[in-house]
Every structure is written in C-alpha cells, then in structure tokens.
C-alpha cells in the first residue's frame, strides 16, 4: 500500500487517477492533514516535524510500504521522518527537480506560496549536486494565485499562474513547485506566445517513483520472507 501525505483534499482525485494510469490496482491511502501547512506556512516547516512523524506513523501501522507527500513545503521533513520510521518516503517534487536538472542550466522555479520556494530550491540544489552539475535558479512568486485557489477561484488561480509562466524568459525549464499549479502548465506551452521549453509538475512523476518504490519494497518483503 502507497500512502499519499497531503494538506488539501483537492489532490484526492488527482493522485487517484494518476494511479489508475500508471499503477493500476496499487491500493491508496490517503492522509490529509491541512494544519500541517498552515503551520508550516506561519512556524517554518520544521515546526511541523513531529506531526508529520505522527500522520507517517499511522500509516506504517495501517500496512504501508512507502509515502509520497504530495505538500512540496514539507516534504524535506517528510523524507527526515519516513527514515526515522524505516518508511521509505517520496516527496513529489524531486522527480520533477531532477528532471530539471537534467533540462538545462537555467531553471526558473514558479510558485503560489512563498513558504514552498525556499525548500524547491533547496531541492533542486541538492539533485544538481547529484548529478554533479552547476545550475541558476531564478524563482517567481504568484501570490494572488494562492489567494484564489484559497479563495475557491480555480479557474483564476489557473490564469494567473499561466500569465507568470508565459512571461518567462532565458530559462531551460521552468518548475511548478506545488502539485496544484499542474493545470496551468498547458496554457504556459499552447499557442502563440507559448514558451518553448519544458514546464514541469510533479503529481505524475512523483507518483509513478513512489509506485516503483512500493513494487521494489514488496518485492524485496517476499524475499525476506522466502
């Protein structure tokens, strides 16, 4: 079983059918723990460490065999707590940063909340090292974005990420730091006026590593028991 740590129910249905695409029948649970951002947002993120331990540790005794945390302000500490619990953990963004990475040397990070840009860019820092190559991260802040997607104005909050992104300029691949900015990222490419490089989201591509990591673990479960 896969647990997916989240801080709004909004991603429910988005990791659901992500699943269905690319791991038909891996069973889900999902953890949703809304206060977990909003202290974060107002405490830092490792303010939040033991809580995010505690929802880590329900889930290990409800059976599963690794962790995606869907919340991109978090999840370094989500990855610190999994190790501590011997539950391997994903947070959904490293994928998408290291295909960053892997773009180009010029990466501009976009985001809704300021409390998420300083951890994307910690982390794209950190899969450059790995990859042993030098990159230039350059973020922007979509404030009134967040505002509207709080606000109930997904539509707007969509737009208004879209017209950041169309904006940018001198960049190899431009980074959606949160998982709820993913359905702009087709207006930032469509049409004239589109920009032609990679935009990256990480619902799909965190979801398909951890899905890997739950079929390695299990795998790995029924050799020990052999």
Do not use: N
Not at 173 to 201: D, F, K, N
């Amino acid at each position: 079983m896969l647990a997916l740590l989240h801080t709004s129910p909004v991603h429910i249905p988005t990791f659901d059918a992500l699943r269905d695409e690319e791991a038909p029948g891996l069973p889900l649970r999902h953890l949703v723990r809304p206060e977990l951002l909003s202290d974060a947002k107002e405490l830092g993120p490792d303010a939040v460490a033991d809580e995010v331990a505690g929802a880590l540790a329900d889930a290990v005794r409800e059976g599963a065999s690794a962790a995606l945390c869907t919340c991109s302000t978090i999840g370094s500490v989500a990855e610190a707590a999994g190790a501590g619990l011997g539950l391997p953990v994903v947070r959904v963004d490293r994928p998408m940063a290291a295909a960053a990475v892997a773009a180009g040397t010029r990466i501009v990070v976009l985001a809704t909340l300021e409390s998420t840009l300083g951890p994307t860019v910690d982390l794209i820092a950190d899969e450059a090292g790995r990859a042993g190559r030098e990159v230039g991260v350059r973020t922007v802040l979509v404030a009134e974005a967040w505002e509207r997607f709080e606000s109930g104005d997904t539509e707007g909050s969509v737009a208004a990420i879209a017209a950041a992104g169309r904006e940018v300029r001198d960049a190899d691949a431009i980074v959606l730091a949160q998982a709820s900015m993913t359905p702009a990222a087709p207006r930032i490419t469509a049409g004239p006026g589109g920009v032609g490089v990679p935009v990256l989201s990480s619902p799909r591509l965190g979801l398909r590593a951890a899905a890997q990591l739950v079929a390695r673990e299990t795998s790995l479960s029924g050799l020990r028991t052999m």
